[in-house]
Nanobody, 122 residues
Framework: QVQLAESGGGLAQAGGSLRIACAAS????????AGWFRQASGKEREFVAG????????YYGDSVKGRFTISRDNAKNTVYLQMNSLKPEDTAVYYC???????????????WGQGTQVTVSS
């Protein structure tokens, strides 16, 4: 069993940066792939980024490639999402997830956090 808790969301200006984190409890977190998804008001949940259990492979959604970076520190049971060059359309609730395989399919992920709000003002 893995419990996930996101932190670091908030308000940022367009063009600015923000880093959000996902702290996991459960001693087997390092064996799971992890991912970030987001859901804007009135829209479907969207894949943002994924990372393999070792951190050796990363995946990104087209809308964030070149701007966002996913990383993890297994010693700290934490996954990060560094968001640069933020745009108003990045405004959403960001969810952390853990599962058997990184990638864009929500079915890969068995465990989900409660989400953290990121708002980007123009």
């Amino acid at each position: 069993q893995v419990q996930l808790a996101e932190s670091g969301g908030g308000l940022a200006q367009a063009g600015g940066s923000l880093r959000i984190a996902c702290a996991a409890s459960g001693r087997t977190f390092s064996s799971y792939a992890a991912g970030w998804f987001r859901q804007a008001s009135g829209k479907e949940r969207e894949f943002v980024a994924g990372i393999s259990w070792s951190g050796g492979r990363t995946y990104y959604g087209d809308s964030v490639k070149g701007r966002f970076t996913i990383s993890r520190d297994n010693a700290k049971n934490t996954v990060y999402l560094q968001m640069n060059s933020l745009k108003p359309e990045d405004t959403a609730v960001y969810y952390c997830a853990a599962g058997t395989s990184a990638g864009g399919w929500t079915g890969n992920y068995a465990y989900w956090g409660q989400g953290t709000q990121v708002t980007v003002s123009s």
